[in-house]
């Protein structure tokens, strides 16, 4: 048996490119039999290709003394091993009622965080966990269960790489991954290792407990033993379709359009819906996913009828609007699909206002012979100009003087037959003098104060974007 599991294990590593020499793996080590019978395999792949290896151990601060044991057994071990040793000690519960979290989530963040900053600590470029055959299936059947759609399908996957900060990227790898709860209990019986036992894992205190402890020993004496393998199956198939699907996904980065706050951050996101209503739904949906996640900054809790409902947003009239998980407003504006984080939604202070157009007069010997054309910088001939311009939002009464015969048209009917959405019209920064809007910022400048070869000084006015 310990020979069989070493070489499944070394073959998988190798399979999927886990390790390479010369690597610097921080590993995830509880003290339970999984993480211990992952960190022997480690210790032995050292053997045959060389890496350097840390342990990080994290006490959550819920069990007390045993959790306490739990950190005594693992540093000893590393200590009579002569393998790096490090402990985080979290007090969990209070973490997970300061952020609105569960214990189980509130734990998850902080050990990955603390994986990480030991991993920068001693310049690793890995983290292993210890997660098994038996996880996955539990993870792709809780995904079932909480309607996450063909994504949660994917489970648990041998590596993933984590964009940190800074632009770097860390690989979170599961060497073993590829075994079940009892092969790893009988190697540790082979090699005579002992480990610590978690008494709240055999409570069905969490719902991955109950689906650990009732359901799976279920399923495998009534409907199939080797559902765990079946699932595994199922988990890379779904790992390998949505491979494609972001492949696919990303040949249309044009069809979203991000808006971003003064310090660049994704507070909104227009999906362009003559270029996506005709694509396959598969297909679509994963564009609405990815713009969620971009402008949410996660999928967690976002289940698949949210998806689905904000692609039906496609047959709808403008103007109908949903709300989302997260205070994400979805809308559908003439052809686009807007989704905004509620906040924005909000009106901008005036003072904010007059910060987004600057303004300055030029003799129009200063200037070059050419006007821009771009939408965010226009010029005004400014002896034209009927009084003193001034930037703020719209208000009643706006109006603007279209086309060579100078038409008048109301700013509200100019935003409508410009497709402006209806909850943006009130904070577009417009440029006016009284009533009289010469430029909508971003949009256009009415013909009454073109510059011309007769103009002496021009009003340059850049909007700030």
């Not at 060389?50 to 819920?62: M, R, S, Y």
């Not at 595994?232 to 808006?259: G, K, P, R």
């Not at 706006?398 to 959405?421: A, Q």
């Amino acid at each position: 048996m310990r020979l069989n599991t070493e070489k499944k294990v070394f073959d998988y590593i190798k399979e999927y490119g886990l390790i390479k020499e010369g690597d610097s793996i921080v590993a995830g080590v509880s003290g339970g039999a999984d993480s211990m019978c992952m960190l022997l395999l480690l210790m032995k792949y050292r053997d045959v290709c060389g890496f350097n290896l840390t342990v990080a151990h994290v006490d959550h601060g819920i069990r007390g003394e045993e959790a306490k044991a739990d950190a005594g057994f693992v540093r000893e071990f590393c200590a009579k091993n002569d393998i790096r040793f490090e402990l985080a000690e979290a007090d969990i519960p209070r973490i997970a009622k300061d952020t609105g979290t569960t214990c189980e989530e509130a734990g998850r963040n902080f050990r990955y965080e603390f994986f990480t900053r030991t991993a920068e600590k001693y310049g690793a470029g890995k983290i292993a966990t210890a997660h098994t055959k038996g996880d996955n299936a539990e993870t792709v059947l809780f995904n079932i269960f909480r309607g996450s759609g063909i994504k949660g399908l994917k489970g648990i996957i041998p590596y993933r790489a984590v964009k940190q900060k800074d632009g770097t990227e860390l690989t979170v790898i599961r060497p073993v991954l590829c075994l079940s709860r009892e092969e790893i209990e009988a190697y540790l019986d082979k090699k005579g290792q002992s480990y610590r036992t978690d008494a709240t894992n055999s409570e069905d205190t969490y719902s991955r407990n109950r689906l650990r402890n009732r359901i799976l020993p279920e399923i495998k004496e009534y409907i199939n033993n080797g559902v765990c393998e079946h699932i595994e199956s199922l988990s890379l198939q779904a790992a390998e379709t949505m491979d494609y699907i972001e492949q696919q996904t990303d040949a249309y980065t044009t069809a979203c359009e991000y808006v971003r706050d003064a310090s660049g951050n994704i507070t909104g996101c227009r999906i362009d819906c003559k270029m996506t209503c005709g694509l396959h739904p598969v297909l679509r949906k994963s564009i609405i996913r990815r713009a969620f996640e971009k402008v949410a900054g996660r999928l967690k809790d976002v289940e698949e009828v949210h998806i689905l409902d904000i692609d039906g947003l496609y047959g709808k009239q403008s103007g109908r609007k949903l709300s989302m998980p997260y205070g994400i407003t979805a809308v559908k504006e003439y052809d686009k699909i807007c989704l905004k984080k509620q906040k924005d939604l909000q009106e901008l202070k005036a003072d904010d206002i007059s910060r987004t157009i600057t303004l300055k007069v030029h003799d129009r010997t200063e200037l070059g012979q050419d006007i821009p054309k771009g939408k965010n910088e226009k010029w005004f001939d400014f002896e034209k100009l009927a009084g003193t311009p001034v930037v703020r939002t719209p208000e009643p009464g706006d109006y603007m003087l279209i086309g060579p015969e100078k038409h008048k048209k109301s700013l509200n009917r100019f935003m409508i037959d410009n497709k402006i959405p209806k909850d943006e019209r009130d904070s577009i920064p417009v440029l006016a003098v009284g009533s009289h809007v010469v430029w909508v910022a971003g949009y256009r400048q009415d013909e009454s104060c073109l510059v011309t070869s007769e103009t002496k000084k021009v009003l340059v006015a850049k909007k700030n974007t």
